[in-house]
């Protein structure tokens, strides 16, 4: 019944001289695909968990006049974003966690690097992902947001990134300055505990959504379970109210 309602539908258009067009709403050009996020035109970008420096060097891309300020405490991992932005200018990286006090924490380092976290990996996140599950203590260093960057000429409008595995409440809290200057924050969230007492996707969106802010969806592939593919992770987006 429906394929002979759709034929005549196709016929009666066709009588008008029109016909029907399938929109593919995944295919964006490449030329629009960021359109709305250099439309902001940033300043400035703070990577919060910078890794290996893959973010830092994509957003430079994007935002090539920007400063850009990096955070990533583990020391192999510091070396290399170094290296990958040598000569950038306006870029500054800083071998510290952030966290909502100033001192010094064990942090826990997975035999995957991107899964280290200053929280202790959950039982979740070992089972189904046991390559990470190797870890050893490393003692960092670990500054407020507020504090590691009160000394510089923060350039508005600034976009905010924090992939800390589970930190993200503590980050959060010791840069309440910062994140109320900010347009745009990306951020890592979990729908599921992966971390030992981390906050969770809810959590997260009404902190934000309390500092005037709005999710807008995710950013990069979400992390899926390999077991039965439920959404465990996703980049989230939160722009300033009315902004977007």
Not at 112 to 124: C, F, I, Q, W
Not at 198 to 206: I, R, S, T
Request: glycine share 10%; hydrophobic share 45%.
């Amino acid at each position: 019944m429906k394929s002979k309602i759709k034929a005549f539908a196709k016929k009666l258009l066709g009588f008008f001289g029109l016909r029907v067009a399938h929109i593919d709403r995944r295919q964006v050009s490449d030329e629009n695909r960021l359109k709305w996020l250099r439309d902001f035109r940033i300043k400035t970008v703070i990577d919060i968990g910078a890794s290996k420096g893959s973010f830092s060097a994509e957003f430079h891309g994007i935002f090539p006049k920007a400063q850009i300020f990096a955070f990533e405490p583990l020391p192999d991992c510091f070396t290399l974003v170094q290296k990958r932005m040598a000569g950038i200018a306006g870029f500054q990286a800083f071998n510290i966690a952030l966290g909502d006090v100033a001192g010094s924490v064990t942090m826990h380092r997975s035999s995957y690097s991107g899964s280290s976290s200053l929280r202790e990996m959950g039982a979740l996140h070992k089972d189904l992902f046991p390559v990470t599950a190797g870890q050893r203590e490393v003692a960092v260093s670990v500054d407020t947001l507020d504090h590691a960057l009160s000394g510089f000429n923060l350039q508005e409008p600034m976009l905010v990134k924090i992939d800390v595995q589970g930190f993200e409440d503590k980050v959060m809290d010791g840069g309440m300055d910062v994140l109320k200057r900010a347009k745009i924050v990306l951020v890592e969230t979990s729908f599921y505990e992966l971390y030992k007492g981390q906050p969770l996707f809810d959590g997260v969106y009404e902190l934000l959504k309390g500092l005037g802010f709005e999710y807008h969806g995710s950013w990069a592939p979400e992390l899926k379970s390999p077991i039965d593919g439920r959404l465990l992770q996703q980049d989230s987006v939160f722009a300033r109210r009315a902004d977007l």
